[in-house]
Nanobody
């Protein structure tokens, strides 16, 4: 089992920044990737960004390229999502998740955090 604890969501205005954190613990030996996903009301869950466990090999959704940055802290087993120039359309519940491969489809992710709400007002 892998436990994921997220933090950092909140209510901000358009153009502001937020940083999400997700700390992983437990049996992470088989983990190969960590991803951030989001789900807005009435919409499917979509990938935001993915990083290889330990760092590198990053992938971003087109909608966040140039604004969001995913990173990994090896000492803390924590993945971060730095979100800059936030837009109202970024409003969603954000989830972190782990996978045994470098996947981008949420169905391939095994363990999930509890989710954190990000609300961007215009």
């Amino acid at each position: 089992q892998v436990q994921l604890v997220e933090s950092g969501g909140g209510l901000v205005q358009a153009g502001d920044s937020l940083r999400l954190s997700c700390a992983a613990s437990g049996r992470t030996i088989s983990t190969r990737a960590m991803g951030w996903f989001r789900q807005a009301p009435g919409k499917d869950r979509e990938i935001v960004a993915r990083i290889r466990w330990g760092g590198g090999n990053t992938v971003y959704a087109d909608s966040v390229k140039g604004r969001f940055t995913i990173s990994f802290d090896n000492f803390k087993n924590t993945v971060y999502l730095q979100m800059n120039s936030l837009k109202p359309e970024d409003t969603a519940v954000y989830y972190c998740a782990t996978a045994a491969g470098l996947y981008i489809n949420y169905n391939d992710y095994d363990y999930w955090g509890q989710g954190t709400q990000v609300t961007v007002s215009s």
